[in-house]
């Protein structure tokens, strides 16, 4: 496959749509043909996913097994109908959340079998491997903050406990300490400008034919 594959992870409110779209324009204004996604929802099909997932319902609970297979599932249609043929069109992708979010949702979060997630992974990717993630990394109580004060409505994972997200974080940090080379820590905290200026260095740095 001649594109690659640049997704973003961190914590809720860490800045992952700010950051892409940012760097959506700088390799766009390099003359790299980009394609913006994300999951859940990246698909038809996975936009129907998103909403069971997403849509908070008090009475209606949905099992962690359940919500494991769904984000597989969403993945799964993601990865065939969008990944591959424009990995294989020599896009460059960038991807809001990818295999690493269920392993630390699910898996630290939630507390699923990692072995189980990664076999799941497995599945739904055909090992399709990201090129280059970017962990934007935030304390959970600020990115929970940026949220609440942008005015939006928390979603159902959201609304989860402050211990839940920082399991959540602590997923990111040993994910980034067993992959160093596939994935590259950012200091969310700063500035968008600055934020943006790091990651510009980092694919530079990785990606060596950008022109
Ligand atoms: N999920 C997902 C799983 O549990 N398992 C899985 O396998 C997968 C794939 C998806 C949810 O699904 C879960 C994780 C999630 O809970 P989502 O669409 O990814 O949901 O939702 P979020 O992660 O919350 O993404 P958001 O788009 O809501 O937040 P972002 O993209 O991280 O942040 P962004 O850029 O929208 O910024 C949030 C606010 O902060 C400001 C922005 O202006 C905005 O107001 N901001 C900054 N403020 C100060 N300094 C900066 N550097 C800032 N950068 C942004």
Redesign the pocket.
């Known amino acids: 496959m001649d594109g690659k594959l640049i997704v973003?992870e961190?914590?809720?409110?860490?800045?992952?749509?700010?950051?892409?779209?940012l760097c959506c324009q700088w390799l766009e204004s390099l003359g790299i043909s980009v394609m913006v996604t994300?999951?859940?929802?990246g698909t038809e099909l996975g936009l129907h996913l998103?909403r069971l997932?997403?849509e908070k319902a008090e009475d209606k609970p949905v099992a962690q097994v359940t919500?494991?297979l769904l984000?597989?599932a969403?993945?799964s249609q993601h990865v065939e109908q969008e990944l591959k043929p424009n990995l294989a069109a020599g896009k460059y992708i960038l991807c809001?959340?990818?295999?690493d979010?269920?392993?630390?949702?699910?898996g630290y979060?939630?507390g699923l079998n990692i072995e189980l997630i990664n076999q799941l992974n497995y599945i739904a990717t055909g090992d399709l491997k990201s090129d280059l993630t970017i962990w934007?990394d935030?304390d959970v109580e600020?990115?929970l903050t940026?949220?609440l004060?942008?005015g939006?409505r928390l979603?159902?994972?959201?609304q989860?406990t402050i211990a839940f997200h920082r399991r959540?974080q602590q997923g990111y940090a040993d994910l980034a300490a067993s992959y160093p080379s596939r994935i590259v820590r950012v200091d969310?905290?700063?500035?968008?400008e600055?934020?943006h200026q790091i990651i510009q260095e980092i694919l530079r740095g990785h990606l060596k034919n950008l022109p």
């Open positions: 973003f961190g914590v809720e409110g860490c800045g992952k749509t700010t950051q892409m779209k994300r999951e859940p929802g998103r997932l997403l919500e494991l984000y597989a969403d993945r809001d959340r990818y295999t979010s269920t392993i630390a949702y699910q979060g939630r934007l935030v600020v990115g940026r949220k004060s942008g939006v979603d159902r994972i959201e989860e959540v969310g905290s700063l500035s968008q600055a934020v």
